[in-house]
């Protein structure tokens, strides 16, 4: 042991002081399966942060419009009542220069700035993570984004009505933002194996709908006191998670001398199987090539899931950036909500977002099928999104049962993808593995999906300022063609099952054939 030449990784990565304060306080090393639990807790929390400020701007937006609730709530075919011309309406006047008649499309186009600066970002953040020290980068993209969150805040009482302002303010937001997800994909990635890794990865990333969750609620709350709370309260949060990251975050087993093998956490390996292998080896560990933006895009099932996600994020995010303002702008049981009713009840679609990935998860390592999984998801959410639309007003029980069920279907695929998917396709076997693609991948995937999560929002703010039919609509057409993106490797899967049916003497648990790992 003595006798290697130099330590199995560079000094890129620094033990952190908390963890060095735990251990002197413990007198000992904390074993494999602690630093294990604190990577899943303090990703989870990092994430969830990321996701409450990107939640904020959604609560705000009945604040900063409050356009005329009777603007498109019919679909053409059904029968206009004069009940609605009838009912109350309590929002204030807004704020200039969001509540004149351009005030949804100027939202849309705050949403479409962040989204786009965010997918751009992505494709270049996990290269830099890569260079750097994980916990420093996502300490830096953490306390960034808390930073213009706020400042996004301060307008309101710096009595800002420039709408230049909010528009540079939401684009640093969205780089800051974009330096999140490939950093916490690939920290799980050097501390877990291969084992369950869509249920692990689906019940790990509820972080996204807790976060989503989270954001609503501090935001509707505080929305009383006004909108500017409601921005700068999460955005000094995901400053103070930003903190626990910079103190706890171990990177790599390697950079807190951590041994799996002494610690026998994972499961025993048997003959065959790779359950220790971590999602990401070591970059450092020897001088691999990074993978190319082209060649990743010609890694089997990379092109077709990440068309798929650009679709689904587009369903998905204009639930996330539109859901309280519809609510809002929509009588349920003859009555429109307040603000804050409808942020506190848009958090229903999330916690069928957690359902959701958890089930999508289980079900495609059950079924050892991915593309079925996803494909079957997005299908499905077509009718689910007709229901919610011709049916959601009718009651308040009825608008919480499809709303969960909406959850389920549209955020199930988006979290499957975001996770497993990428996962399996950044260690595929055409890479002979090469450990340093799946951040490429995972950027690929998600930045592709992010310029489709920029596209519906900004969409929504122009063809709601029309008719809401239209805009479900588009996304019920999103959803389907999303679907159409995997009909090949659906097609694939099912003639493995097939044929793994006929031939029943083979290994009853092999992977299908490669398609993606």
């Known amino acids: 042991?003595?006798?290697?030449?130099?330590?199995?990784?560079?000094?890129?990565?620094?033990?952190?002081?908390?963890?060095?304060?735990?251990?002197?306080?413990?007198?000992?090393?904390?074993?494999?399966?602690?630093?294990?639990?604190?990577?899943?807790?303090?990703?989870?929390?990092?994430?969830?942060?990321?996701?409450?400020?990107?939640?904020?701007?959604?609560?705000?937006?009945?604040?900063?419009?409050?356009?005329?609730?009777?603007?498109?709530?019919?679909?053409?075919?059904?029968?206009?009542?004069?009940?609605?011309?009838?009912?109350?309406?309590?929002?204030?006047?807004?704020?200039?220069?969001?509540?004149?008649?351009?005030?949804?499309?100027?939202?849309?186009?705050?949403?479409?700035?962040?989204?786009?600066?965010?997918?751009?970002?992505?494709?270049?953040?996990?290269?830099?993570?890569?260079?750097?020290?994980?916990?420093?980068?996502?300490?830096?993209?953490?306390?960034?984004?808390?930073?213009?969150?706020?400042?996004?805040?301060?307008?309101?009482?710096?009595?800002?009505?420039?709408?230049?302002?909010?528009?540079?303010?939401?684009?640093?937001?969205?780089?800051?933002?974009?330096?999140?997800?490939?950093?916490?994909?690939?920290?799980?990635?050097?501390?877990?194996?291969?084992?369950?890794?869509?249920?692990?990865?689906?019940?790990?990333?509820?972080?996204?709908?807790?976060?989503?969750?989270?954001?609503?609620?501090?935001?509707?709350?505080?929305?009383?006191?006004?909108?500017?709370?409601?921005?700068?309260?999460?955005?000094?949060?995901?400053?103070?998670?930003?903190?626990?990251?910079?103190?706890?975050?171990?990177?790599?087993?390697?950079?807190?001398?951590?041994?799996?093998?002494?610690?026998?956490?994972?499961?025993?390996?048997?003959?065959?199987?790779?359950?220790?292998?971590?999602?990401?080896?070591?970059?450092?560990?020897?001088?691999?090539?990074?993978?190319?933006?082209?060649?990743?895009?010609?890694?089997?099932?990379?092109?077709p899931f990440a068309l798929c996600l650009f679709f689904a994020k587009l369903v998905a995010y204009t639930f996330l950036y539109w859901l309280p303002f519809y609510i809002s702008h929509t009588a349920i049981e003859g009555k429109y909500l307040s603000n804050e009713e409808a942020g506190n009840l848009s958090t229903l679609f999330d916690v069928g977002g957690v359902v959701g990935g958890i089930l999508a998860g289980y079900i495609s390592d059950r079924l050892d099928a991915r593309a079925i999984t996803a494909a079957s998801f997005m299908y499905c959410a077509i009718p689910v999104l007709y229901f919610y639309r011709s049916y959601g007003h009718v009651s308040m029980t009825i608008n919480i049962i499809l709303m969960l069920i909406t959850g389920v279907f549209v955020n199930g695929p988006y979290a499957l993808i975001t996770t497993a998917v990428s996962a399996d396709l950044g260690t595929h076997s055409s890479l002979k593995g090469n450990s340093r693609a799946l951040a490429t991948v995972t950027a690929i995937i998600d930045g592709t999906g992010s310029i489709g999560a920029a596209i519906g929002p900004l969409l929504t703010g122009y063809i709601s300022a029309n008719s809401w039919s239209a805009v479900f609509t588009m996304l019920m057409g999103s959803a389907f063609i999303a679907g159409l993106f995997l009909t090949r490797l659906v097609v694939a899967e099912v003639g493995a099952k097939i044929q793994q049916l006929g031939s029943q003497g083979s290994s009853p648990r092999s992977r299908s054939p490669d398609l993606l790992v």
């Open 1 to 303: 042991m003595g006798s290697l030449p130099e330590p199995i990784m560079e000094e890129n990565y620094s033990k952190p002081p908390g963890i060095r304060f735990m251990e002197r306080t413990k007198k000992s090393s904390l074993s494999f399966k602690t630093y294990q639990a604190i990577v899943l807790i303090v990703t989870f929390l990092a994430y969830t942060s990321y996701h409450a400020t990107r939640k904020t701007t959604s609560i705000v937006k009945s604040a900063l419009d409050p356009q005329s609730p009777d603007i498109g709530l019919k679909f053409p075919w059904q029968r206009h009542t004069n009940q609605s011309s009838r009912l109350s309406w309590n929002l204030k006047d807004g704020w200039v220069p969001f509540n004149g008649p351009d005030g949804t499309v100027m939202l849309g186009e705050l949403d479409v700035s962040f989204l786009f600066v965010y997918a751009m970002g992505m494709y270049f953040s996990g290269h830099v993570g890569d260079r750097m020290d994980l916990r420093i980068f996502l300490t830096i993209g953490m306390v960034g984004t808390g930073l213009f969150t706020a400042l996004f805040g301060v307008g309101y009482w710096a009595n800002v009505h420039i709408f230049y302002y909010y528009l540079i303010v939401q684009m640093m937001a969205g780089l800051f933002q974009s330096t999140g997800w490939p950093s916490v994909v690939a920290v799980v990635g050097n501390w877990f194996g291969k084992k369950k890794r869509g249920l692990i990865m689906g019940i790990w990333n509820a972080h996204t709908s807790v976060g989503n969750i989270t954001g609503s609620l501090v935001a509707s709350i505080l929305l009383k006191y006004g909108w500017g709370w409601s921005m700068v309260v999460p955005g000094s949060l995901i400053a103070v998670v930003g903190v626990v990251v910079f103190l706890f975050l171990p990177v790599h087993p390697d950079s807190v001398g951590a041994n799996k093998d002494d610690d026998e956490v994972l499961s025993p390996r048997k003959e065959g199987e790779e359950v220790t292998e971590p999602f990401l080896r070591s970059s450092d560990r020897e001088e691999e090539s990074a993978v190319g933006f082209i060649e990743a895009w010609k890694i089997p099932g990379v092109a």
